[in-house]
Protein backbone atom coordinates (compact mmCIF):
# COMPACT_ATOMS: atom_id res chain seq x y z
CA UNK A 1 0.00 0.00 0.00
CA UNK A 2 1.14 3.42 -0.70
CA UNK A 3 0.65 5.97 2.25
CA UNK A 4 2.02 9.18 2.62
CA UNK A 5 1.73 11.06 6.55
CA UNK A 6 1.55 14.22 6.50
CA UNK A 7 2.17 15.88 10.30
CA UNK A 8 3.47 19.29 11.68
CA UNK A 9 6.32 17.41 13.31
CA UNK A 10 8.07 14.37 13.92
CA UNK A 11 10.80 13.37 15.97
CA UNK A 12 13.61 12.93 15.75
CA UNK A 13 13.86 16.50 13.39
CA UNK A 14 11.23 18.55 15.11
CA UNK A 15 8.92 17.64 18.55
CA UNK A 16 7.66 19.53 20.39
CA UNK A 17 5.17 16.85 22.31
CA UNK A 18 4.05 13.62 22.04
CA UNK A 19 2.52 13.55 18.02
CA UNK A 20 6.58 14.28 17.33
CA UNK A 21 6.77 10.88 19.08
CA UNK A 22 4.02 9.38 17.30
CA UNK A 23 5.11 10.67 14.18
CA UNK A 24 9.08 8.96 14.53
CA UNK A 25 7.64 5.54 15.53
CA UNK A 26 4.28 4.94 13.27
CA UNK A 27 5.75 6.14 10.18
CA UNK A 28 8.48 3.47 10.65
CA UNK A 29 6.07 0.83 11.76
CA UNK A 30 4.25 0.86 8.88
CA UNK A 31 7.10 1.12 6.54
CA UNK A 32 8.12 -2.26 8.56
CA UNK A 33 4.70 -3.70 7.00
CA UNK A 34 5.93 -6.03 4.01
CA UNK A 35 4.38 -4.43 0.68
CA UNK A 36 4.06 -0.64 2.25
CA UNK A 37 5.65 2.50 0.76
CA UNK A 38 6.10 4.93 3.56
CA UNK A 39 5.97 9.01 2.55
CA UNK A 40 6.54 11.20 6.00
CA UNK A 41 5.89 15.11 5.28
CA UNK A 42 6.73 17.91 7.23
CA UNK A 43 7.73 21.12 7.03
CA UNK A 44 11.34 22.02 6.59
CA UNK A 45 11.85 24.31 10.20
CA UNK A 46 14.70 26.75 10.76
CA UNK A 47 16.18 23.96 13.28
CA UNK A 48 15.92 21.04 10.53
CA UNK A 49 17.39 22.98 7.46
CA UNK A 50 20.33 24.42 10.04
CA UNK A 51 21.38 20.94 11.72
CA UNK A 52 23.80 19.40 9.43
CA UNK A 53 23.02 15.97 10.85
CA UNK A 54 19.87 15.95 7.71
CA UNK A 55 21.66 15.89 4.48
CA UNK A 56 18.75 16.57 2.21
CA UNK A 57 18.36 17.40 -1.90
CA UNK A 58 16.12 18.87 -3.46
CA UNK A 59 13.45 17.37 -5.99
CA UNK A 60 10.65 19.76 -6.71
CA UNK A 61 10.12 23.28 -6.34
CA UNK A 62 6.66 24.92 -7.91
CA UNK A 63 4.29 27.86 -6.06
CA UNK A 64 1.08 27.13 -3.74
CA UNK A 65 -1.89 29.03 -4.46
CA UNK A 66 -3.65 30.45 -0.90
CA UNK A 67 -6.01 33.03 -1.78
CA UNK A 68 -4.26 35.78 -3.58
CA UNK A 69 -1.17 34.91 -2.62
CA UNK A 70 1.11 32.59 -4.82
CA UNK A 71 3.88 31.04 -1.86
CA UNK A 72 6.96 29.63 -2.99
CA UNK A 73 7.45 25.82 -2.00
CA UNK A 74 10.68 23.82 -2.14
CA UNK A 75 10.43 20.06 -1.90
CA UNK A 76 13.48 18.26 0.04
CA UNK A 77 14.17 14.87 0.22
CA UNK A 78 15.86 13.34 3.50
CA UNK A 79 19.37 11.51 2.08
CA UNK A 80 20.27 9.83 5.05
CA UNK A 81 17.08 7.61 6.32
CA UNK A 82 17.74 3.96 5.74
CA UNK A 83 14.19 2.44 7.48
CA UNK A 84 12.29 2.44 4.16
CA UNK A 85 10.72 5.90 5.48
CA UNK A 86 10.82 8.81 2.61
CA UNK A 87 10.89 11.77 4.43
CA UNK A 88 10.33 15.07 2.90
CA UNK A 89 10.27 18.18 3.57
CA UNK A 90 8.13 21.68 2.52
CA UNK A 91 10.07 24.57 2.05
CA UNK A 92 9.52 28.15 2.17
CA UNK A 93 11.57 30.69 4.38
CA UNK A 94 8.63 33.37 4.76
CA UNK A 95 6.35 30.66 6.94
CA UNK A 96 9.19 28.04 8.42
CA UNK A 97 12.39 28.57 7.48
CA UNK A 98 13.89 32.07 8.69
CA UNK A 99 11.78 31.18 12.14
CA UNK A 100 13.14 31.08 14.89
CA UNK A 101 11.92 29.65 18.45
CA UNK A 102 8.99 27.41 19.33
CA UNK A 103 7.69 25.94 16.08
CA UNK A 104 3.92 27.08 17.23
CA UNK A 105 2.34 30.15 18.56
CA UNK A 106 2.96 32.65 16.11
CA UNK A 107 0.24 34.68 15.04
CA UNK A 108 -0.08 33.80 11.53
CA UNK A 109 0.05 30.15 12.39
CA UNK A 110 -3.44 29.28 11.06
CA UNK A 111 -2.40 30.69 7.41
CA UNK A 112 1.23 28.77 8.00
CA UNK A 113 -0.07 25.35 7.93
CA UNK A 114 -2.63 25.81 5.56
CA UNK A 115 -0.13 26.52 3.15
CA UNK A 116 1.53 23.15 4.82
CA UNK A 117 -1.42 21.55 3.92
CA UNK A 118 -2.13 22.11 0.20
CA UNK A 119 1.88 22.15 -0.11
CA UNK A 120 1.73 18.91 0.78
CA UNK A 121 -1.17 17.91 -1.79
CA UNK A 122 0.87 19.64 -4.35
CA UNK A 123 4.09 18.03 -3.63
CA UNK A 124 2.37 14.41 -3.60
CA UNK A 125 1.51 15.49 -7.40
CA UNK A 126 4.91 16.98 -7.94
CA UNK A 127 6.85 14.01 -6.99
CA UNK A 128 3.95 11.85 -8.97
CA UNK A 129 3.16 10.26 -5.30
CA UNK A 130 -0.41 9.46 -5.66
CA UNK A 131 -1.06 7.85 -2.79
CA UNK A 132 -3.74 5.22 -1.39
CA UNK A 133 -4.10 6.60 1.94
CA UNK A 134 -3.47 10.05 3.17
CA UNK A 135 -3.05 9.50 7.36
CA UNK A 136 -2.73 13.38 8.90
CA UNK A 137 -2.64 14.80 12.05
CA UNK A 138 -4.32 17.21 14.48
CA UNK A 139 -5.14 20.35 13.66
CA UNK A 140 -2.59 21.82 11.54
CA UNK A 141 -3.16 19.18 8.49
CA UNK A 142 -7.08 19.31 9.04
CA UNK A 143 -7.24 21.26 5.75
CA UNK A 144 -5.97 18.28 3.94
CA UNK A 145 -9.18 16.25 3.55
CA UNK A 146 -11.29 19.99 2.93
CA UNK A 147 -8.51 20.61 -0.08
CA UNK A 148 -8.68 17.07 -1.22
CA UNK A 149 -12.56 16.84 -1.56
CA UNK A 150 -13.10 20.31 -2.82
CA UNK A 151 -9.96 20.80 -4.90
CA UNK A 152 -7.47 18.21 -5.28
CA UNK A 153 -10.10 14.81 -6.17
CA UNK A 154 -9.45 14.79 -9.75
CA UNK A 155 -5.48 14.18 -9.05
CA UNK A 156 -6.01 11.75 -6.19
CA UNK A 157 -9.18 9.86 -7.71
CA UNK A 158 -8.52 6.70 -5.83
CA UNK A 159 -7.20 8.11 -2.66
CA UNK A 160 -8.58 8.32 0.84
CA UNK A 161 -7.92 10.24 3.81
CA UNK A 162 -7.58 9.49 7.91
CA UNK A 163 -7.37 12.05 9.86
CA UNK A 164 -6.41 11.44 13.39
CA UNK A 165 -6.75 13.82 16.77
CA UNK A 166 -3.75 13.50 19.16
CA UNK A 167 -5.90 16.57 21.09
CA UNK A 168 -9.24 17.99 21.13
CA UNK A 169 -7.90 20.96 23.14
CA UNK A 170 -6.38 22.35 19.49
CA UNK A 171 -8.68 23.22 16.71
CA UNK A 172 -7.63 25.47 14.13
CA UNK A 173 -9.72 28.57 14.85
CA UNK A 174 -9.75 31.02 12.62
CA UNK A 175 -11.45 34.74 11.99
CA UNK A 176 -14.50 34.20 9.80
CA UNK A 177 -12.92 36.15 6.66
CA UNK A 178 -10.10 33.53 6.67
CA UNK A 179 -12.42 31.06 4.39
CA UNK A 180 -12.03 33.78 1.63
CA UNK A 181 -8.90 35.46 1.94
CA UNK A 182 -6.66 32.65 2.57
CA UNK A 183 -8.60 29.24 1.80
CA UNK A 184 -10.41 30.74 -1.44
CA UNK A 185 -12.56 27.42 -1.22
CA UNK A 186 -16.29 26.63 -2.73
CA UNK A 187 -18.99 28.21 -0.88
CA UNK A 188 -20.24 25.26 -0.42
CA UNK A 189 -17.15 24.47 1.80
CA UNK A 190 -18.24 27.19 4.06
CA UNK A 191 -20.93 24.74 6.49
CA UNK A 192 -18.43 22.23 6.92
CA UNK A 193 -15.41 24.64 8.24
CA UNK A 194 -18.07 27.20 10.11
CA UNK A 195 -18.43 27.41 13.92
CA UNK A 196 -19.99 30.26 15.36
CA UNK A 197 -19.09 32.42 12.59
CA UNK A 198 -15.83 31.24 12.25
CA UNK A 199 -13.12 28.85 11.38
CA UNK A 200 -12.87 25.52 12.63
CA UNK A 201 -10.32 24.02 10.50
CA UNK A 202 -10.75 20.50 12.80
CA UNK A 203 -14.43 20.48 12.38
CA UNK A 204 -13.74 20.34 8.88
CA UNK A 205 -11.45 17.58 8.99
CA UNK A 206 -14.02 15.50 11.03
CA UNK A 207 -16.47 16.15 8.26
CA UNK A 208 -14.56 15.16 5.10
CA UNK A 209 -12.43 12.74 6.00
CA UNK A 210 -12.74 9.38 5.51
CA UNK A 211 -12.23 7.96 8.34
CA UNK A 212 -11.35 10.10 11.90
CA UNK A 213 -9.02 8.11 14.28
CA UNK A 214 -8.20 9.18 17.80
CA UNK A 215 -4.96 8.14 19.82
CA UNK A 216 -7.06 5.79 22.23
CA UNK A 217 -10.20 3.65 22.52
CA UNK A 218 -10.95 5.36 25.89
CA UNK A 219 -10.59 9.16 24.44
CA UNK A 220 -12.38 7.79 21.57
CA UNK A 221 -15.70 7.22 23.68
CA UNK A 222 -15.00 10.66 25.68
CA UNK A 223 -14.91 12.70 22.85
CA UNK A 224 -18.84 12.19 22.51
CA UNK A 225 -19.45 14.12 25.58
CA UNK A 226 -19.00 18.37 26.41
CA UNK A 227 -16.56 17.66 29.09
CA UNK A 228 -14.06 16.53 27.04
CA UNK A 229 -15.07 17.73 23.15
CA UNK A 230 -13.96 20.96 23.66
CA UNK A 231 -16.77 22.11 21.93
CA UNK A 232 -16.76 19.38 19.00
CA UNK A 233 -19.18 17.03 21.10
CA UNK A 234 -22.28 17.28 18.57
CA UNK A 235 -20.02 17.04 15.40
CA UNK A 236 -18.23 14.05 16.44
CA UNK A 237 -21.44 12.39 17.50
CA UNK A 238 -22.82 12.90 14.34
CA UNK A 239 -19.57 11.37 12.59
CA UNK A 240 -19.61 8.62 15.30
CA UNK A 241 -19.53 6.11 12.42
CA UNK A 242 -16.68 7.46 11.66
CA UNK A 243 -14.65 7.28 14.45
CA UNK A 244 -12.30 5.04 16.08
CA UNK A 245 -9.41 5.01 18.57
CA UNK A 246 -5.92 3.12 18.40
CA UNK A 247 -3.91 3.49 20.93
CA UNK A 248 -0.62 4.67 20.50
CA UNK A 249 2.46 2.59 20.95
CA UNK A 250 6.07 3.63 22.03
CA UNK A 251 9.31 2.95 20.23
CA UNK A 252 10.66 0.55 22.64
CA UNK A 253 13.67 0.40 20.28
CA UNK A 254 14.67 3.89 21.48
CA UNK A 255 12.97 3.28 25.29
CA UNK A 256 14.91 0.23 25.99
CA UNK A 257 16.27 -0.08 30.03
CA UNK A 258 19.02 -2.58 28.50
CA UNK A 259 20.16 -0.63 26.05
CA UNK A 260 19.17 3.00 26.39
CA UNK A 261 22.83 4.48 26.42
CA UNK A 262 21.29 7.38 28.92
CA UNK A 263 21.40 4.93 31.97
CA UNK A 264 24.22 4.53 34.13
CA UNK A 265 23.30 0.57 34.65
CA UNK A 266 21.51 -1.52 32.19
CA UNK A 267 18.51 -4.10 33.09
CA UNK A 268 15.91 -6.19 31.96
CA UNK A 269 12.56 -7.73 33.23
CA UNK A 270 14.90 -10.27 35.33
CA UNK A 271 17.67 -8.18 36.25
CA UNK A 272 15.74 -4.94 37.18
CA UNK A 273 16.34 -5.38 41.10
CA UNK A 274 19.83 -4.93 41.21
CA UNK A 275 20.06 -2.40 37.53
CA UNK A 276 17.03 0.38 39.03
CA UNK A 277 18.48 0.04 42.20
CA UNK A 278 22.00 1.52 40.24
CA UNK A 279 20.07 3.59 38.42
CA UNK A 280 18.16 4.84 41.67
CA UNK A 281 21.19 6.22 43.38
CA UNK A 282 22.80 7.63 40.45
CA UNK A 283 19.50 9.60 39.54
CA UNK A 284 19.11 10.41 43.48
CA UNK A 285 23.20 11.62 43.73
CA UNK A 286 22.87 13.70 40.30
CA UNK A 287 19.61 15.69 41.18
CA UNK A 288 21.06 16.21 45.15
CA UNK A 289 18.51 14.07 46.75
CA UNK A 290 20.01 12.07 49.70
CA UNK A 291 20.96 9.09 48.80
CA UNK A 292 18.65 6.74 50.24
CA UNK A 293 17.91 3.00 48.94
CA UNK A 294 14.58 2.73 50.05
CA UNK A 295 12.65 5.85 50.37
CA UNK A 296 10.40 5.48 47.69
CA UNK A 297 11.36 8.14 44.72
CA UNK A 298 8.28 9.89 43.42
CA UNK A 299 8.71 11.15 40.08
CA UNK A 300 6.90 13.01 37.38
CA UNK A 301 8.15 14.01 33.51
CA UNK A 302 5.60 16.41 31.77
CA UNK A 303 4.76 19.71 30.23
CA UNK A 304 3.94 22.01 33.39
CA UNK A 305 0.61 22.50 31.96
CA UNK A 306 -3.00 22.39 33.96
CA UNK A 307 -4.47 19.65 32.21
CA UNK A 308 -1.54 17.13 33.30
CA UNK A 309 -2.94 17.14 36.81
CA UNK A 310 -0.49 19.33 38.36
CA UNK A 311 -3.42 21.49 40.28
CA UNK A 312 -3.85 18.01 41.99
CA UNK A 313 -0.75 17.51 43.10
CA UNK A 314 0.18 21.16 43.99
CA UNK A 315 -2.87 20.65 46.57
CA UNK A 316 -1.92 17.17 47.96
CA UNK A 317 1.98 18.11 47.71
CA UNK A 318 2.31 19.84 51.01
CA UNK A 319 0.63 16.91 53.01
CA UNK A 320 1.95 13.96 50.97
CA UNK A 321 6.05 15.39 52.20
CA UNK A 322 4.51 15.91 55.83
CA UNK A 323 2.80 12.38 55.95
CA UNK A 324 4.49 10.03 53.77
CA UNK A 325 8.48 9.47 54.05
CA UNK A 326 9.00 10.10 50.55
CA UNK A 327 11.23 12.10 47.94
CA UNK A 328 9.95 13.79 45.04
CA UNK A 329 11.33 14.43 41.73
CA UNK A 330 9.88 16.74 38.59
CA UNK A 331 11.37 17.34 35.03
CA UNK A 332 9.69 19.40 32.86
CA UNK A 333 9.05 23.19 32.28
CA UNK A 334 5.30 25.16 31.03
CA UNK A 335 3.29 27.37 33.02
CA UNK A 336 5.04 29.95 35.05
CA UNK A 337 3.21 29.47 38.29
CA UNK A 338 3.85 25.60 38.51
CA UNK A 339 7.30 26.12 37.48
CA UNK A 340 7.53 28.60 40.43
CA UNK A 341 5.71 26.70 42.94
CA UNK A 342 7.40 23.59 42.42
CA UNK A 343 10.70 25.63 43.01
CA UNK A 344 9.70 27.25 45.97
CA UNK A 345 8.29 23.70 47.21
CA UNK A 346 12.21 22.49 46.53
CA UNK A 347 13.74 25.31 48.69
CA UNK A 348 11.32 24.39 51.37
CA UNK A 349 12.05 20.79 51.28
CA UNK A 350 15.78 20.14 49.88
CA UNK A 351 16.10 16.91 50.83
CA UNK A 352 13.05 15.37 49.74
CA UNK A 353 11.83 17.49 46.54
CA UNK A 354 13.75 18.41 43.80
CA UNK A 355 12.49 20.57 40.67
CA UNK A 356 14.38 20.16 37.10
CA UNK A 357 12.79 23.41 35.22
CA UNK A 358 14.06 22.17 31.81
CA UNK A 359 13.84 20.00 28.98
CA UNK A 360 16.14 16.99 28.83
CA UNK A 361 15.59 13.49 26.90
CA UNK A 362 18.62 12.31 28.30
CA UNK A 363 17.97 13.08 32.39
CA UNK A 364 13.91 11.79 31.16
CA UNK A 365 15.23 8.46 30.53
CA UNK A 366 17.21 8.69 33.74
CA UNK A 367 13.82 9.09 35.74
CA UNK A 368 12.11 6.55 34.30
CA UNK A 369 14.66 3.59 35.31
CA UNK A 370 15.40 5.08 38.53
CA UNK A 371 11.97 6.10 40.17
CA UNK A 372 9.86 3.73 41.75
CA UNK A 373 6.34 5.41 41.11
CA UNK A 374 5.47 7.68 38.20
CA UNK A 375 3.01 10.26 39.10
CA UNK A 376 -0.02 11.32 35.73
CA UNK A 377 -3.03 13.05 37.04
CA UNK A 378 -4.03 14.09 34.04
CA UNK A 379 -7.65 15.62 33.85
CA UNK A 380 -8.03 14.58 30.16
CA UNK A 381 -5.10 12.74 28.37
CA UNK A 382 -6.12 11.68 24.89
CA UNK A 383 -3.11 8.52 25.06
CA UNK A 384 -0.51 9.85 26.89
CA UNK A 385 3.00 7.69 26.18
CA UNK A 386 5.55 8.61 29.19
CA UNK A 387 3.31 6.32 31.24
CA UNK A 388 4.31 3.40 29.04
CA UNK A 389 7.94 5.02 28.77
CA UNK A 390 7.64 4.32 32.76
CA UNK A 391 6.46 0.96 33.44
CA UNK A 392 8.59 -0.44 30.17
CA UNK A 393 11.72 0.65 33.31
CA UNK A 394 9.81 -0.47 36.01
CA UNK A 395 8.35 2.42 37.26
CA UNK A 396 4.70 1.82 38.68
CA UNK A 397 2.13 4.44 37.45
CA UNK A 398 -0.09 6.32 39.28
CA UNK A 399 -2.73 7.81 36.96
CA UNK A 400 -6.37 9.10 36.64
CA UNK A 401 -8.40 6.36 34.95
CA UNK A 402 -8.91 8.80 31.54
CA UNK A 403 -8.36 8.48 28.09
CA UNK A 404 -5.10 6.53 27.33
CA UNK A 405 -4.19 6.25 30.67
CA UNK A 406 -7.18 3.96 31.23
CA UNK A 407 -6.40 1.92 28.55
CA UNK A 408 -2.81 1.66 29.31
CA UNK A 409 -2.57 0.75 32.64
CA UNK A 410 -5.47 -1.02 34.24
CA UNK A 411 -5.95 -0.71 37.87
CA UNK A 412 -4.77 -3.46 40.60
CA UNK A 413 -6.90 -4.91 42.93
CA UNK A 414 -6.78 -4.37 46.81
CA UNK A 415 -3.76 -7.10 46.43
CA UNK A 416 -2.18 -5.02 44.38
CA UNK A 417 -2.48 -8.00 41.83
CA UNK A 418 -4.24 -8.43 38.12
CA UNK A 419 -3.50 -4.74 37.00
CA UNK A 420 -0.34 -2.65 35.74
CA UNK A 421 -0.62 0.26 38.45
CA UNK A 422 -3.11 2.45 40.56
CA UNK A 423 -5.80 4.69 39.48
CA UNK A 424 -8.36 6.83 40.42
CA UNK A 425 -11.48 7.22 39.08
CA UNK A 426 -12.73 10.56 39.69
CA UNK A 427 -10.67 14.09 39.26
CA UNK A 428 -10.16 15.49 43.05
CA UNK A 429 -7.02 15.49 44.99
CA UNK A 430 -8.15 12.87 47.75
CA UNK A 431 -8.72 10.13 45.15
CA UNK A 432 -5.78 10.92 44.03
CA UNK A 433 -3.58 10.87 46.96
CA UNK A 434 -5.76 7.55 48.14
CA UNK A 435 -4.57 6.29 45.41
CA UNK A 436 -1.04 6.69 45.88
CA UNK A 437 -1.21 6.02 49.70
CA UNK A 438 -2.11 2.69 48.25
CA UNK A 439 0.41 2.76 46.18
CA UNK A 440 3.01 3.25 48.60
CA UNK A 441 1.85 0.84 50.95
CA UNK A 442 2.50 -2.27 48.77
CA UNK A 443 5.91 -0.63 48.35
CA UNK A 444 6.56 -0.47 51.91
CA UNK A 445 4.75 -3.39 53.67
CA UNK A 446 4.09 -5.85 50.43
CA UNK A 447 7.48 -5.26 48.83
CA UNK A 448 7.76 -8.79 47.14
CA UNK A 449 4.09 -7.72 45.24
CA UNK A 450 4.98 -4.12 44.24
CA UNK A 451 8.55 -5.85 42.22
CA UNK A 452 5.95 -8.76 40.60
CA UNK A 453 3.96 -5.41 39.50
CA UNK A 454 7.19 -4.19 38.24
CA UNK A 455 7.98 -7.10 36.87
CA UNK A 456 4.61 -7.57 35.14
CA UNK A 457 5.08 -4.16 34.08
CA UNK A 458 8.20 -4.39 32.55
CA UNK A 459 6.59 -7.87 30.50
CA UNK A 460 3.79 -5.46 28.47
CA UNK A 461 4.30 -5.20 25.05
CA UNK A 462 3.75 -1.74 24.01
CA UNK A 463 5.48 -2.11 20.69
CA UNK A 464 4.00 -0.05 17.50
CA UNK A 465 3.58 -3.43 15.77
CA UNK A 466 -0.40 -4.32 17.06
CA UNK A 467 -1.36 -0.36 17.01
CA UNK A 468 0.20 -0.17 13.30
CA UNK A 469 -1.95 -3.11 12.39
CA UNK A 470 -4.49 -1.40 13.29
CA UNK A 471 -3.72 1.63 10.69
CA UNK A 472 -3.61 -1.07 8.39
CA UNK A 473 -6.97 -2.82 8.97
CA UNK A 474 -8.55 1.21 8.66
CA UNK A 475 -6.48 1.91 5.96
CA UNK A 476 -7.83 -1.08 4.31
CA UNK A 477 -11.41 -0.83 4.81
CA UNK A 478 -11.37 3.43 3.80
CA UNK A 479 -9.87 1.32 0.29
CA UNK A 480 -12.75 -0.86 0.38
CA UNK A 481 -10.62 -4.29 0.69
C1 LIG B 1 -0.96 14.50 22.36
C2 LIG B 1 -1.79 13.99 23.53
C3 LIG B 1 -1.16 12.76 24.18
C4 LIG B 1 -0.83 11.73 23.11
C5 LIG B 1 0.03 12.35 22.02
C6 LIG B 1 0.38 11.38 20.90
O1 LIG B 1 0.22 15.07 22.82
O2 LIG B 1 -1.98 15.02 24.49
O3 LIG B 1 -2.02 12.21 25.14
O4 LIG B 1 -0.14 10.65 23.69
O5 LIG B 1 -0.64 13.44 21.45
O6 LIG B 1 -0.75 10.87 20.26
Not at 332 to 361: M, S, W
Not at 400 to 407: I, K, Y
Request: glycine fraction near 8%; aromatic fraction near 12%.
Amino acid sequence: MKIAILASEGAPYAKSGGLGDVMEALPAALARIPGNQVALLLPYYKKIKDNPVYPVEQVAQFYVALGWRQQYAGIYRLTGRTDGVQVYFIDNLYYFGAREGAIYGDLDDGERFAYFSKACLDALVALDYIPDVIQCNDWQTSLVPVFLKAQYYPLFPNTKCMYTIHNIEYQGWAHGDFFDDVLALPWEYRSCLDMNHSVNTMKGAIETADLVTTVSESYARELMYPYYAHGLQGVLCANAGKLTGITNGIDTNTFNPQTDPALPAHYNSQSFATGKAACKAALQEEVGLPVEPDVPLLVMVTRLAGHKGLDLLCHIARQLIEQETCQLLILGTGEAHYEQFFLDFQAEFPDRVCAKITFNLALAARIYAGGDIYLMPSKSEPCGLSQMNAMRYGTVPVVHATGGLRDTVPGVDENGQNGLGFTFQSYNADDFFGALKRCLDLYRNHRECFRSLQYTDMQQDFSWDKPAERYMELFRRMLGQ
